[in-house]
């Protein structure tokens, strides 16, 4: 059962990478990289990494990708039709790719893998909450007001002016 959730897994994933990839609609490459993101949260699901699929669901999926949407959405040029969202050099970038992946294949069959059967640690939640509580909570607030302004901003920018 684990190979098969495996399989349609990564189906999904791959599925939504190329139609990223592969789409020529802007919107709709949005919504294949909320479909690819989706399959990553399955994996982590099915590495029993519970609380990074929990963040992969709701920051990319539930933050990232939606701010991704409302962009596009309300960038009135990129919704319509007449405007051409065609790429001219598409033929360089699939070359490129096409070298990345066999660099990338080669890598991963002459490298001999290692395998750990350690366990992770019981109480990772744990941990993580004291260390975003601890060390790294100047780091973790500086982010959130970045955020913060990037929101407001983004807004700012998204407004309708009166030409009154």
């Known amino acids: ?38 399959g990553m949260a399955g994996f982590f699901a099915l590495l029993s990494a519970g609380f990074l699929a929990a963040v992969q669901v709701v920051i990319y999926i539930g933050a990232i ?9 309300l960038s009135r040029k990129l919704m319509t039709t007449a405007e051409p969202q065609a790429n001219e050099q598409w033929w360089l970038a699939g070359v490129v790719a096409t070298l990345l992946f066999v660099a990338l294949a080669a890598i991963v069959t002459a490298v001999d893998w290692p395998m750990s059967e350690a366990q992770p640690a019981p109480d990772t939640i744990t941990q993580l909450g004291v260390s975003f509580l601890g060390s790294y909570l100047i780091p973790f607030e500086v982010v959130s007001v970045l955020l913060l302004v990037a929101l407001v901003g983004g807004i700012i920018l998204a407004r309708e002016v009166d030409k009154e």
Request: hydrophobic letters at 70%.
């Open 65 to 73: 990708a939606v701010l991704i949407l409302f962009t596009i959405m």
């Open 1 to 38: 059962m684990e190979k098969l959730i495996f399989i349609v897994l990564s189906l999904v994933t791959l599925g939504g990478g190329f139609g990223v990839a592969l789409t020529r609609n802007l919107y709709y490459a949005a919504l294949y990289l909320i479909m690819a993101l989706a």
